[in-house]
């Protein structure tokens, strides 16, 4: 065969990278690894132990201990005495660490890539080329954070300890996405390392001894799920970070209720990737490549839902088609491979059992002709068409090299279809119609999207998901964020929320013989006064106990209607930031000229002073001002990653948020905690302290005069805690914000994990309403939006 036969044919000889070094660093060892506690390893008597298998030939590599409850006592014991020494070294001298750690990666990066590809089965040019080099770039990225850390984080401190527990698929990657931030913000370490990979984080931790890292700031334990919920119930921890499935993350988001834990929790998807009938197609079938068929489909965010323009489907799957008969699956250390061996057993098992599925409801799978090895887990690029919307393949995450496929005909069917699933963690599309892909882009329920472009990533920018796909973010200014807390928090009001008992619902003072005010306030719902569905009302009484009012005592449905009354008023979160601006000062301008009945009304309802209510009142509407000016100013950031793009990471509104309101300062807590939703556009159902509900009443009026659209802002009177569950409960709320009793906080948590809508508490804790840098700004503003980036590639 000569070049000219070659070239056309494109048969490749076999290019092997050598495991020898990889082999020797295990043999060195006895393959055996113990657990890495305190700055040293540790080989606890008694403890089962596990085999690590290469996943392409099914060799025995090494084996681990499973670490027991008391393992994860003592690591979770080892980063809480090592934090207050962590914390107390300078900015500068953990950049020193972080860097030192990226350079130890840098000259040991071949190894690196061959342990990785050995443990996980994907390809040596994926490890080689992709995985280790972003590895470093997250180590040198977040070394400078730590340098700046005081300047541009001045207002927050550490979480603490940091419990992170990190997936197979890209085993190294995902432990510098957790790592690195945490020791840059100043936390401590204990890492949980997924059962079938755990080899490259075994490296790390002698990596960690090999430059100085002090000891207790990063602790390893290896185990299988029983050592991840151990760590993850651990009251030393404080900060909990997952990635891994949606069904795990549920479990996390209710075993952690109640106790304060931060978390991050980075789940499933099922991304949707569109091509538009004007799209470079040549560049879109690379692009499916790359989006499914990069390690083996295992992969969070993969382009699993093919979305293409129907008048140009039949030809483009032909060309992806074709495309696919080239694709080589083998031996992942042969670097002429493009797709390796799946993880395991247990998941190539599941791919094959969803896949069936598929046929038997009606779908057509297509693979390529090429031979699989003999040995080893390894499954053929599939493309399945005839796939109906709402079938199993179309919303379940397979996590694997499995592409579905449906068609579209106009840009609104597409955005249609593309939100029809319950994650939100990525999507693509391709057009060049820059136009047409940059108004798609913030309308795509997806944490990141890619234009012309898939699986960009960098450690400047942004990771994670909306929806069941997860909340919190990893990477760039806003992962920091995560593993930091304001300052405030920590020096605000020990005393802990209560609710008084007429927030039970019931009346517990008789009604006196002279009624001061003989009227019964409705709910405030879609823009208008309606009569509670119940048919009952509360009453209200004064600070002296006498009967000041009634109000309505919503129930479920009501909720269901102020719900529905919100996801309709979607041209609020669509409005230009400078037109919700204008509404709120207008909001305020019609308040301040009520300051007389607002201030007897606090009076009447608290018992305060005249001064007090005076305080309160005026604190009341500067707070609308203040977040009238952040309306059009609170804004994203760009990115500049290395490569011709630019990354734009938008500030979005959540969608439809509950909130429930506490009792002090009950008119500036209510405002303070509606008003950073209405600056960033989203669409609020609020409960307010049933005891001073009539000044939420009292509102209605003012709303109705201020321009605030139907359905922005709804308001349910009655019993908090009924109504906070069902709020909790409903999959069309995406958010909650509850400021009450550390019960009604854990009852929040535990039922919001429903959907996993973005959550607020405050744990509990009262929060001091008239302090502006406690209860009003950034931080409040941070809270109430998600960040989508939007990666735009330039240049020809």
Known sequence: MNLS??????????????????????????????????GAWKHPKGRSSFETLNPASGEVLARCLEAEERDVDAAVQAAREALPGWQALSGHVRARM???????????????????????????????????????????????????????????????VAGQIIPWNFPLLMLAWKVAPALAAGNTVVLKPAEFTPLTALWF???????GLPPGVFNLLTGAGATGAALVRHPGVDKVAFTGSTEVGRQIREVTAGSSKKLTLELGGKSPFLVFDDADLDAAIEGVVDAIWFNQGQVCCAGSRLLVQENISDRFLEKLRRRMETLRTGDPLDKTMD??????????????????????????????????????????????????????????????????????????????????????????????????????????????????????????????????????????????LEYLQPKVSSSGKAAQ????????????????????????AKLFIGGKQVRPDSGYSLSIFTAGGKLAGEVGQGNRKDVRNAVEA?????????????????????????????????????????GCSARAATQEFEASTSRIFSYAAWADKYEGRVHTPPGRTVVLALHEPIGVVGVICPEEQPLLSLLSLLLPHMAVGNRVVLVPSLPHALLATDLYQVLETSDVPAGAVNLITGDSGSLLTTLADHDDVEGLWVCGTPEECAEAERRSAGNLKRLWTNHGHQVDWLDSKAAEGRLWLQRAVQVKNVWVPYGE
């Open 566 to 606: 919100a996801q309709k008023a979607k041209g609020w979160s669509s409005a230009s930031a400078h037109n919700r601006a204008q509404v709120l000062y207008f909001l305020a301008e019609n308040l301040s000229v009520r300051a007389a009945e607002f201030q007897n009304r606090l009076r009447q309802l608290t």
């Open 339 to 480: 797709l390796g061996a799946i993880v395991a057993p247990v998941q190539l098992e599941r791919i094959q059992s969803l896949v069936e599925q598929g046929r038997r409801e009606g779908a057509t799978p297509w693979q390529a002709s090429r031979p699989l090895p003999e040995r080893g887990c390894f499954f053929p690029p599939t493309l399945i068409s005839g796939v109906d919307p709402a079938s199993t393949l179309a919303q379940v995450e397979i996590f694997g090299p499995v592409l579905v496929s449906s068609t579209f005909r106009t840009p609104d069917e597409a955005m249609e279809l593309a939100n029809n699933t319950a994650y939100g963690l990525a999507a693509s599309v391709w057009s060049e119609n820059i136009n047409l892909a940059l108004h798609l882009a913030p309308q795509l329920k997806a944490g990141v999207v890619w234009i012309n472009s898939t699986n960009q990533f960098d450690a400047s920018s942004g990771f994670g998901g909306y929806r069941e796909s997860g909340f919190g973010r990893e990477g760039g200014h806003e992962g920091m």
């Open 497 to 520: 929320c209560q609710r008084s008992p007429a927030a039970s619902g019931e009346n517990p003072r008789p009604a006196e013989a002279t009624v001061e005010i003989n009227r019964t």
């Open 205 to 211: 931790a002698e990596c960690c001894e090999r430059i």
């Open 5 to 38: 036969d070659l070239y056309h044919s494109m048969d490749y000889g076999p290019a092997p990278e050598s495991a020898q070094e990889a082999h020797r660093w295990l043999q060195s060892r006895n393959s055996r690894f113990g657990l890495f506690i305190n």
């Open 98 to 160: 972080l860097y030192a750690l990226a350079r130890e990666m840098q000259k040991q990066a071949r190894l690196l890539a061959v342990l990785e590809t050995l443990d996980n089965g994907k390809t040596i040019r994926e490890t080689r080329d992709i995985d280790v080099p972003l590895v470093i770039r997250h180590f040198y990225h977040h070394a400078g954070w730590a340098q700046l850390l005081e300047s541009e984080f001045p207002e927050h401190e550490p979480v603490g």
